[in-house]
Structures are given as C-alpha cells and as structure tokens.
Nanobody, 121 residues
Framework: VQLVESGGGCVPAGGSLRLSCTVSGHFASHYAVGWFRQAPGRDRELVQAIASRGGSTSSADFVRGRFTIFRDSANNTAFLQMNALEPEDTAVYYC???????????????WGQGAQVTVSS
C-alpha cells in the first residue's frame, strides 16, 4: 500500500489549504483514510478521518467545523479541505489508512510522506 500526499504550503491566518492523499495497492478502495498532524515538540494527533465508504467521519475538537474531509472513491483519493486556518494549525500533516475507521484512529497501518502546513499570524 502506498500513500502519496500533495498540497500544503504557507498561508496567512484565516486562509485555506487543501491536502490530498492518493492510495494505491491492494484493497486501496477499502481503507478508511485520515490525517494526523505533528507540530514541533508535540505528539502526533488525529485531525480528521473518514470511513472507507465515506459515511462516517471523526474529527478532533480543535477542528470546530473549519475542516472537511471527503473522498473521491473512483480515484482512491481523499481530501482535507482546511478553512479559517490559525497559526496553531502549523504542523506536518500526514495521511494514513487502515481498514476501519476505529482502528485507523487507534493505530494507522500505513502513512503518507507528510505535508508541511505553515500558517502565519
């Protein structure tokens, strides 16, 4: 299983960014997909995740409706649309997969390469 991320960058506070994650390999369309982030000196934490069929999602409290995760199942690609970004959102964002949403949240099986998101004040 391979995960290829794109997106990220540097935006001012209040700006928007979209991350994408394309999954390839066996059972690529069957995986739940999510993003985790890690800021310097902090533990990696869940941002948002979506079930394999796109029905169920899970979000961290800090998302507060600012981010939306969705997927293009035909192309095995998931997206994280991030709006109203704040300097506290600055981190490396990693996409990850596992077969179910619940197990993905607890312990992802595969990881993308990471994308730097920097929000300036």
């Amino acid at each position: 299983v391979q995960l290829v991320e794109s997106g990220g960058g540097c935006v001012p506070a209040g700006g928007s960014l979209r991350l994408s994650c394309t999954v390839s390999g066996h059972f690529a369309s069957h995986y739940a997909v999510g993003w985790f982030r890690q800021a310097p000196g902090r533990d990696r934490e869940l941002v948002q995740a979506i079930a394999s069929r796109g029905g169920s999602t899970s979000s961290a409290d800090f998302v507060r409706g600012r981010f939306t995760i969705f997927r293009d199942s035909a192309n095995n690609t998931a997206f994280l649309q991030m709006n109203a970004l704040e300097p506290e959102d600055t981190a490396v964002y990693y996409c990850a997969v596992r077969l179910t949403l619940q197990t993905l949240i607890r312990r992802p099986a595969y990881w993308g390469q990471g994308a730097q998101v920097t929000v300036s004040s």
